[in-house]
Nanobody
């Protein structure tokens, strides 16, 4: 059974940092592109970043230079390091990947003073 479980969200002040993690199970993790997405209240889901099996990465313009996506295939985990967080980064963050494009349940990130 394909499963994705996110963690690492929380409340942080503007300018702060958080590191999200998504642990995968039920498929050959190293073979798949993994994606971080986010959905703010009342808005559509947006792609944040993705990482391909060869390590190639892509970032949305809104997070370039602040967020870094990485993966550890030995731990079946994809990470999202978020620095210099802004209030507009507040959203439910969730990962996506694997056969059929599975989705996790998400982890909430709130940026507020």
């Amino acid at each position: 059974q394909v499963q994705l479980v996110e963690s690492g969200g929380g409340l942080v002040q503007p300018g702060g940092s958080l590191r999200l993690a998504c642990v995968a199970s039920g498929f050959t993790f190293s073979n798949y592109r993994m994606t971080w997405n986010r959905q703010a209240p009342g808005k559509q889901s947006d792609l944040v970043a993705n990482i391909f099996p060869d390590g190639t990465t892509y970032y949305a313009d809104s997070v370039k230079g602040r967020f870094t996506i990485s993966r550890d295939n030995s731990k079946r985990t994809v990470y999202l390091q978020m620095n210099n967080l802004k209030p507009e980064d507040t959203a439910l963050y969730y990962c996506n990947g694997g056969p059929g494009g599975a989705w996790g349940r998400g982890t909430q990130v709130t940026v507020s003073s």
